[in-house]
């Protein structure tokens, strides 16, 4: 669904209409500032010298309230909404930037996969974390796109009201289940969706382009990747201080992409590596043993628990996509 929006429509004769707005400020530069009254407000900016008009804000929230589903049907309705108050067209407005995002139902806490992924090696991403967030939200950020992925459960009860929150719940919410919206914001979107050439926002309502924003989002998961696949043991005796620390040690090296093997043999390579007046061989033979007993009690899963590849093709129901 696509969520935060900004545009800029050029006007040829059009006659806005600005009565029903609410008027914020008036800068220098020659723009005014507006409100657009809704369930949320949205920005307007208005600067009749140049006939340029801007539209800011999340068209979810100004329709609906909130952002937990919004259909694109409701995506139409909205913008035909602020075309009859403003009285113009903004379907051939420049689209400069927009978030495209979808919500997955998880099993675990959503902190859980969101501290569980990090970005891959080259892929030209870089992640910010905020203390404040608590493990509940990351992004990852490039010249292009900023990818976020964050707990939109928590998202609902921490900044939505109680009347809000019984119409979400209305439309399938949850209180009690586990949420993760992954979403993309475009900053370029014409570069990453349009070969270079302007969206506009009719596009945005174009079901071609609707299948390529699904794609997208997917192919842009990819570029992060979930991390553990150490099966951590359900018996206390497996789990003593010696033994967390060498399986977080073999879930960052495996997350590098070196096999298990490699790791058991860069530490004997450790060990090899000590003078003999740190350890003598008889001592390296006996750490290599109890190198080789705490690695045996640590089993590798073929993929990682944490894995949102599945769960976000159906999600998407990039299936469609693929031709028969």
């Not at 400020?25 to 949320?40: E, I, V």
């Not at 967030?133 to 921490?158: C, H, P, Q, V």
């Not at 586990?178 to 596009?203: F, Q």
């Not at 008889?282 to 599945?310: P, T």
Request: net charge positive.
């Amino acid at each position: 669904m696509v969520d935060y929006i900004e545009l800029t429509k050029v006007l040829h004769n059009d006659n806005v209409f600005l009565e029903n707005l609410q008027h914020d400020a008036s800068y220098q530069s020659g723009w005014d500032k507006y409100l657009l009254p809704g369930c949320r407000d949205l920005d307007v900016w208005y600067k009749p010298t140049a006939s340029l008009i801007r539209i800011k804000g999340s068209f979810a929230y100004f329709y609906k309230g909130h952002n937990f589903s919004f259909s694109e049907q409701e995506f139409v309705e909205a913008i035909n909404v602020i075309n009859g108050i403003l009285n113009i067209d903004l379907y051939d407005a420049v689209v400069d930037c927009f978030e495209f995002g979808t919500i997955i139902q998880v099993d675990n806490l959503p902190k859980y996969y969101i501290q569980n992924h990090r970005e891959k090696p080259k892929s030209g991403l870089y992640k910010y974390d905020n203390p404040k967030d608590k493990g509940n939200f990351r992004r990852w950020e490039s010249a292009k796109i900023r990818l976020k992925m964050y707990d939109a459960g928590k998202n609902i009860k921490t900044k939505q009201g109680q009347n809000m929150r019984q119409i979400i719940q209305a439309e399938g919410w949850n209180p009690e289940g586990n949420y993760l919206k992954l979403e993309v914001h475009y900053k370029k979107p014409e570069v990453c969706l349009n070969r270079g050439r302007r969206m506009l926002l009719a596009d945005l309502v174009n079901p071609n382009y609707n299948k390529n924003f699904r794609s997208d989002l997917y192919n842009q998961y990819k570029r992060i990747m979930p991390m553990g696949k150490i099966k951590i043991p359900n018996n206390k005796k497996d789990l003593s201080t010696s033994n967390l620390l060498l399986m977080t040690l073999a879930d960052a090296k495996l997350d590098e992409g070196n096999t298990f093997q490699e790791v058991k043999r860069m530490l004997f390579d450790k060990v090899n590596s000590i003078p003999e007046e740190g350890l003598t061989n008889a001592d390296k033979k006996a750490r290599k043993r109890q190198i080789s007993s705490l690695m045996g009690k640590i089993h590798v899963c073929g993929e990682s628990k944490w894995d949102l590849s599945e769960q976000l093709k159906a999600a998407l129901k990039l299936e469609e996509l693929v031709p028969p």
